[in-house]
RNA sequence: GCGCCGCUAGCUCAAUUGGCAGAGCAACUGACUCUUAAUCAGUAGGUUGAUGGUUCGAUUCCAUCGCGGCGCACCA
């Protein structure tokens, strides 16, 4: 059981105690963090007092002198603490630390005979007692011994995963610096960036289904959103003529290694702008941001070398389509699409039209096959409720384009739909579909209708998955893999009983209310 | 949601045709003042994911469930 071992730990919490030592003291004031101590580390030698502080991830006990292993978010350095050197009572606090334990050490740099960079200690300071165990991860020339790769225990452990492996620390340091790139690209073009609804009494901007919630006090359903469209277009009608939001929007769909319930959506506005300038914009930003964040624009991922430095080609939808398969979209009978559909087990709702078999089509046997960057324009209708009329095709398409790198869709933006008569019309073909049973048609907004009938000026809008961005840029394959804490199945799934509750505070009433009646109307009236 | 694979000590993994559940590391005790996967000697550590079934006997075979991974479907 896993207490023995927390119980040894605890006991040397208990004697350090004992020995009037505070194992949870108040900080420590240290020199150099591991790297900068690196360098010029022979200049240093035997001169400088340096202190060090981190975790104990090695101890190499030897009688009256140990070697550990310190490390920070700089790296890993040898420690050397000698009985003489640090002194008895010194030694007694070392013989109770574990690996794990965070520590500060004041000393001299030096090099062992080997050669390895070393700092000699001269005081010794617990500066927290770990008292729960890590996986004990083994190194030698390169090579990994006992490694700690159970791929749900680290998303689920984070922290874990974040101490046993720094390459876990890079994917996140590329994260903050794309997030930061986009801003800072969005933001030197005259783009102002704000903060719209999360909690939204109705979702629209997008074609998915969203988590409902509930307010207590007004005894209102509320979804949380899905889009940040909608609000964003009201900025533009307001006079904001470049706009954008960058944050967190919720799905309620499956989740796999592309997808996570909840993720993060940029979405810029831009008045006066059609797609083809915005198509222009999005090139230019995908390659300043990755040589922000990762310095290259040649990156490898999912085992495909993807070269940002190309041009991006514009491929229409219905081109892309009629020379992957032979069929033409726009004008073979319908019944060859439905064919080709059904001999690729594909389904096909009844209320499918020609726009939907098109994108069906191509979703089938074009995307996947895009794997440098690549932009499809001119979608049909019918699923671009949002985006304006072609303005060669108007009866059959849309002015918009999604973005693929990979195989994998990064980006949808439009011409966006200003005609207030033609938005109304749309939402209410979008509410004929939802009663043919297309549960992802889109609500009609009111308040945004009335924001278009104001007048809002011509603009591009584009949306970008920020996930899926760091996951090109990182070379990480699953949007797990660039999420922190990424959503997973509850870990006590089976008895509820089981006096199991351990860490994560999985406490037991915080399940999702699937069923609207099960809202508990008694629950701490006025705590406000 | 469907299919395939997996789940054994804190970690990484063994266990012949169904026959007393093991090793290394970590832990504990002892030795060791330049080690580095430290070494040496000893000790302890388990409801084999859960429940049920077949059997004299189940880690092993069967069923159901849980969790995870991969693939497919839906979406971004």
Sequence with gaps: ?????????????????????????????RTHTVDRLLEGFD??????????????????????ATFAQLQDPGGRIQLYLKKDEIGEAAYEVL??????????????????????ATVRATRLEVLCKSIRPLPVVKEKDGQVFDAWEDTGERYRRRHLDLILHPQTRRVFEVRAHTVRALRA??????????????????????????????????????????AE???????????IERVYELGRVFRNEGMDRGHNPEFTLLEFYWAWADYREAMDLVEEMVRAVALAAVGTLELEWRGERIDLALPFPRLSMADLVREHTGIDPLHDDEERLRAFLR???????????RGHLLEAIFDEAVQAKLLQPTFVIDHPREVSPLAKVHRDQPDLLVERFEL??????????????????????????QARRRDLGDDEAQAQDEEFLQAIETG???????????DRLVMLLSGASGIRDVLLFPHLRPEDGASPESVELEEEGASPESVAPEEEGARPESVEPGKD
Excluded at 43 to 63: I, N, S
Excluded at 103 to 114: A, E, K, Y
Excluded at 343 to 353: D, E, N, R
């Design 229 to 239: 469209e909608l609000p964003l277009k009201r900025c533009l009608v307001g006079g």
């Design 343 to 353: 001999g690729h087990h594909v389904a096909i709702p009844a209320w499918a039209s």
């Design 43 to 64: 200049a240093r030698m035997e001169q400088e007092a340096v202190a060090v502080c981190g975790r104990l991830m090695a101890l190499r006990p030897m009688g009256k």
């Design 185 to 226: 690209f969005l933001d030197d073009r005259g783009f102002l960036e704000v903060e719209t609804p999360i909690l939204v009494a109705i979702y629209g901007g997008a074609s998915a289904r969203p988590f409902v919630t509930h307010h207590n006090t007004l005894d209102q359903k509320l979804y949380l959103r899905i």
């Design 456 to 466: 809002m000026p011509p603009a591009a809008g584009v949306g970008l998955g920020v």
């Design 404 to 429: 693929f790198i990979g195989g994998v869709e990064f980006g949808n933006a439009f011409s966006e739909l200003n005609d207030p008569v033609d938005q109304r019309r749309r939402f209410e073909d």
């Design 95 to 116: 013989s109770l630390l574990d690996l794990g334990d965070l520590i500060g050490v004041h000393g001299v740099p030096m090099r062992t005979r080997t050669g390895e």
């Design 1 to 29: 059981m896993r207490s023995e071992l927390m119980e040894a730990r605890l006991a040397k919490l208990a004697r350090l105690r004992e020995l009037g030592i505070n194992p949870y003291p108040y900080g420590f004031h």
